[in-house]
């Protein structure tokens, strides 16, 4: 089956870093990514991991360990607009073959002052 | 500017009454995608497309009918015999399989009165 993990909630300080988990359990894989989601918009691209290792873009970092089937996302020096959901997302091999993202539920931030 | 549109923002529907919601896109992408979030839960794919004229059941199909005529419109029609559809609707494109991930519409929040 497929199954993709991630905590429900998390809350962290303005300034602060803050690491998102993600373990996923897929039948095949060609890549994660991580979206982010404010409340009743559309989701928006972070970040895309296909090889093991860190991928650094600014205040956001994402890392992937493909053997462990881990991934988190690390924002630092938190702002308040940061306060969101985060949705982790596997791409795998589906139904003959075709490609298609499988998402977590997502964990949604709320930073404090 | 390219992107993905979808209307209306918010929609209410009467019990046994059958509803389409509108996506549409400028960005050429090949594949397009429907997805369902309720609270609590990861996107749950309804149908897809990979090219005009043809298309998919997701994973939660039951209830729902799409068309794919042009390949800029993959309008979703809820119906009547869908027995919870309440939610937050998500309409995605991507380039092909999506190996560069998929963009986002802005959803429609569909309430049953």
């Known amino acids: 089956g497929q199954n993709i993990d991630q905590p429900t909630e998390m809350t962290a300080t303005e300034g602060a870093i803050v690491q998102i988990n993600c373990t996923y359990q897929t039948s095949g894989f060609n890549g994660l990514f991580w979206y982010q989601q404010h409340a009743g918009e559309a989701p928006t691209f972070l970040s895309y991991n296909v090889l093991d290792g860190l991928e650094e873009k600014g205040r956001f970092s994402s890392f992937l360990s493909r053997s462990k089937g881990y991934s988190y996302l690390l924002l630092k020096e938190l702002q308040m607009k940061d306060s969101a959901s985060y949705l982790c997302a596997v791409r795998a091999p589906r139904d003959g073959g075709y490609n298609k993202l499988i998402f977590g539920a997502g964990t949604r931030l709320a930073v404090h002052p | 500017d390219g992107g993905i549109t979808q209307s209306p923002k918010y929609l209410f529907r009467k019990e046994g009454q059958n509803v389409t919601l509108s996506c549409e896109q400028n960005?050429?992408?090949?594949?397009m995608y429907w997805y369902r979030q309720d609270p609590g839960q990861g996107l749950r794919l309804i149908y897809y497309s990979q090219i005009v004229n043809d298309f998919q059941k997701g994973d939660i199909a039951e209830g729902y009918s799409v068309s794919r005529e042009k390949k800029e419109s993959f309008p979703l029609t809820v119906t009547s015999a869908q027995k919870n559809p309440t939610a937050f609707y998500l309409c995605?494109?991507?380039?092909?399989?999506?190996?560069?991930?998929?963009?986002f519409g802005s959803g429609t929040r569909l309430t049953v009165v």
């Open positions: 995605a494109s991507s380039i092909g399989q999506g190996s560069y991930g998929y963009t």
């Open positions: 960005l050429n992408h090949d594949a």
